[in-house]
C-alpha cells in the first residue's frame, strides 16, 4: 500500500470516528434532555432527533425512540408525531431489510396522513411504499 494511500485510510478511519463521537454527544445530551421535559409535542420531537441521530449509528435505537414517539403521540393525540415515528420505525426496518414490517410502518404512516390531509407527507410516504412493492 503505497504512503498516500495510508495516509487517506488514516484520515478516513479518525474523521469518521470523530463524527461518531459528536452524534454521541448530541444524543447523550438529547436525551439527558428528555427527563426533564414535559410529557407533550416538543418530547415527541426530541424523541425525533435522538432517532434520526441514530440514524447512522444503530438501528435497534431508532425503533426504540421511534416506538417512544408513538406511545407519547398517541397518548396525546398528536397525529403528525405518530406517523413520523411509524415512519422513522419503518426507515430502520427498511435499513435491515426487514421489508414487511418496513411496509407495515409505511402503510400506518400513509394512512394517518392521508386522514389529515396532509398532501405532500402522503405522496411521499406512498412513493416509499412504491418502492418497496
Same mark, same amino acid.
Given at each position: 500500500m503505497s504512503g498516500r494511500k495510508l495516509l487517506l485510510l488514516i484520515f478516513w478511519f479518525i474523521m469518521g470516528n470523530s463524527g461518531f463521537s459528536q452524534n454521541q454527544q448530541k444524543i447523550d445530551s438529547l436525551v439527558? +434532555?428528555?427527563?426533564? $421535559?414535559?410529557? %407533550?409535542?416538543? =418530547?415527541?420531537?426530541? *424523541?425525533?432527533?435522538?432517532?434520526?441521530?441514530?440514524?447512522?449509528?444503530?438501528?435497534?435505537?431508532?425503533?426504540?425512540?421511534?416506538?417512544?414517539?408513538?406511545? +407519547?403521540?398517541?397518548? $396525546?393525540?398528536? %397525529?403528525?408525531? =405518530?406517523?413520523?415515528? *411509524?415512519n422513522w420505525k419503518g426507515e430502520a426496518y427498511m435499513w435491515q431489510a426487514n421489508y414487511t414490517k418496513d411496509l407495515e410502518c409505511y402503510k400506518k404512516t400513509t394512512n394517518i396522513f392521508s386522514k389529515k390531509g396532509k398532501r405532500t407527507l402522503w405522496a411521499k410516504s406512498l412513493e416509499v411504499m412504491q418502492i418497496l412493492l
Open positions: 439527558a +434532555l428528555t427527563y426533564s $421535559l414535559p410529557e %407533550d409535542t416538543n =418530547l415527541v420531537n426530541t *424523541y425525533e432527533k435522538i432517532a434520526i441521530l441514530y440514524l447512522k449509528l444503530q438501528f435497534d435505537c431508532i425503533k426504540a425512540y421511534a416506538q417512544k414517539m408513538i406511545e +407519547l403521540s398517541e397518548q $396525546l393525540g398528536y %397525529d403528525k408525531g =405518530l406517523a413520523k415515528g *411509524y
